[in-house]
């Protein structure tokens, strides 16, 4: 009954998804106009404090939410992985332009799905792995080794990539047993914690205008994945997948018109083929209504 009231609002879900993109693309476009003033690690830290304000409504249902040692270990591995996610992301947004951070942040479905056939022992059909190949060589197209060089950002971004797919794997087995509402809002609260000792290291006395843009980070972050929990409430995820290729449009608009960068081909055309790839995947699982499988969410929390 619920598959198919979500399955008959496919506009409905396409609009929140488009809200969540362009969401998520103002808070990158945010983070880039921070440069180098900031330290990158320092900047993550600083999105995740000022970001608990959002975690307010959820503390009384935090507090009543019964943790066994299990569930808190769960958290801080979660925590530690995500900040290091964090750390790498806000690291490469100084070194690589918006489209290239955005596209190669498409391999993070990818990775949650191999990860759930080696750790969570779901199967892995042959058209899934055709799927990852086919991402594979969009990786490759973006990155280009050999015809140009691999910079730290690049790096950094796979990196980014596969801890958030760690992270969304632990979040998968959490939810299991505590609300959604509750899993996130500890995510924040972990990461803060995780990230205290690396923030202290680099630490520099923020400006308010640095304060002020890592708040809206942190807004229009909330913002977007709450545009895209409603967007997967109104239609299912192999209908909303493919509208989040016009965050890769709109990065690279964005980045042309106010960061000066290049507009690459390659970048969009691996970009392309990742995604494609992983709405492959999605629409798969949809047709064969396989709901024990992980399904590829292409917006991780960052």
């Not at 990860?115 to 199967?123: C, D, I, M, Q, R």
């Not at 980014?160 to 969304?168: C, E, P, R, V």
């Not at 493919?242 to 690279?252: C, D, E, G, H, Y």
């Not at 083929?273 to 629409?283: H, N, T």
């Amino acid at each position: 009954m619920t598959t198919a009231v979500a399955s008959s609002r496919p506009i409905a879900g396409m609009f929140w998804m488009f809200a969540a993109g362009i969401s998520f693309v103002v808070m990158t476009a945010l983070v880039k106009s921070l440069g180098t003033t900031m330290d990158p690690i320092q900047a993550a830290f600083l999105r995740y404090v000022l970001g608990l304000i959002f975690v307010l409504p959820a503390l009384r249902l935090i507090l009543k939410t019964h943790l066994t040692t299990r569930h808190l270990t769960l958290f801080g591995l979660r925590g530690v992985i995500h900040a290091a996610a964090v750390m790498l992301w806000f690291f490469s947004m100084t070194q690589i332009p918006l489209a290239e951070v955005t596209a190669m942040n498409y391999m993070t479905p990818v990775y949650v799905t191999l990860g759930a056939a080696l750790f969570l022992g779901e199967k892995l059909a042959i058209r899934r792995i055709a799927a990852i190949v086919v991402a594979l060589v969009g990786v490759l197209i973006i990155l280009r080794p050999g015809f140009r060089e691999v910079s730290a950002g690049h790096l950094a971004m796979l990196g980014t990539a596969l801890t958030l797919g760690g992270s969304y794997l632990l979040a998968k087995l959490l939810v299991r047993d505590i609300p959604p509402s509750v899993v996130v809002a500890h995510l924040s609260i972990w990461v803060t914690i995780a990230l205290i000792p690396f923030a202290i290291a680099v630490w520099s006395t923020p400006s308010l205008r640095d304060l002020g843009v890592l708040f809206l980070v942190a807004s229009f972050a909330t913002a977007g994945h709450y545009f895209m929990t409603l967007a997967l409430q109104a239609a299912p995820v192999a209908v909303t997948q493919p509208v989040t290729f016009l965050q890769l449009i709109w990065a690279t608009v964005l980045g042309a018109a106010v960061f000066h960068e290049s507009i690459d081909v390659w970048v969009i055309s691996g970009g392309t083929l990742i995604l494609a790839a992983v709405s492959f995947i999605s629409w798969r699982e949809a047709v064969l209504n396989r709901r024990d499988l992980t399904p590829p969410s292409i917006a991780p929390k960052l």
